[in-house]
């Protein structure tokens, strides 16, 4: 095999995730085993793609093929880099500090309206995290430890 043109795509994680999920139910239906190494590498990726904080473990899944033209059509005016969407898709930034961390020069590139704005088209297309339920015992602050340790 000889690669032509390297990087001539980006995928992101929910195109892999959809593409091993096809590829794995497309064996199941022949009923015929892939080779041992590739149900293995299947099985691991679309455990780790499923697993929080990732935005596909969340069910049901807010991710649909249709999600990733619309956010790149929303987010146009920004003028984001291919790698920028790519990321977004990937990480699903719920607040401006998990955007910054995303986009390069955030502060100096968009007005902090500009910033809210990315947050939300990101959460209205991909859909937002549940909110993780906190043990009553991790509910602890600094100022409590530190005066514990004093």
Same mark, same amino acid.
């Given at each position: 095999?000889?690669?032509?043109?390297?990087? @001539? !795509?980006? *995928?992101?994680?929910?195109?892999?995730?959809?593409?091993? @999920?096809?590829? =794995? %139910?497309?064996?199941? =239906?022949? =009923?015929?085993?892939?080779?041992?190494?590739?149900? /293995?590498? !299947?099985?691991?990726? *679309?455990?780790?793609?499923? /697993? @929080?904080?990732? #935005?596909?473990?969340?069910?049901? *899944?807010?991710?649909?093929?249709?999600?990733?033209?619309?956010?790149?059509?929303?987010?146009?005016?920004?003028?984001?880099? =291919?790698?920028?969407?790519?990321?977004?898709?990937? *990480?699903?930034?719920?607040?401006?500090?998990?955007?910054?961390?995303?986009?390069?020069?955030?502060?100096?590139?968009? /007005?902090?309206?500009?910033?809210?704005?990315?947050?939300?088209?990101?959460?209205?297309?991909?859909?937002?995290?549940?909110?993780?339920?906190? !043990? #009553? %015992? @991790?509910?602890?602050?600094?100022? %409590? /430890?530190?005066?514990?340790?004093?």
């Amino acid at each position: 095999m000889k690669i032509i043109e390297a990087q @001539a !795509a980006v *995928l992101s994680n929910f195109e892999v995730y959809q593409h091993v @999920a096809h590829q =794995k %139910d497309l064996y199941k =239906k022949t =009923k015929r085993r892939g080779p041992p190494n590739m149900e /293995t590498v !299947a099985r691991e990726l *679309l455990q780790y793609l499923r /697993t @929080a904080p990732s #935005p596909l473990s969340q069910t049901p *899944l807010t991710y649909t093929p249709s999600c990733i033209k619309t956010l790149i059509q929303r987010l146009q005016p920004f003028e984001l880099s =291919k790698g920028e969407v790519v990321m977004i898709l990937n *990480l699903r930034p719920a607040s401006v500090a998990a955007l910054n961390t995303v986009l390069e020069d955030m502060g100096d590139r968009y /007005t902090e309206t500009e910033q809210e704005d990315l947050v939300t088209i990101t959460s209205e297309v991909l859909g937002q995290f549940d909110e993780p339920e906190e !043990a #009553p %015992d @991790a509910d602890t602050s600094m100022q %409590d /430890t530190a005066e514990t340790t004093s």
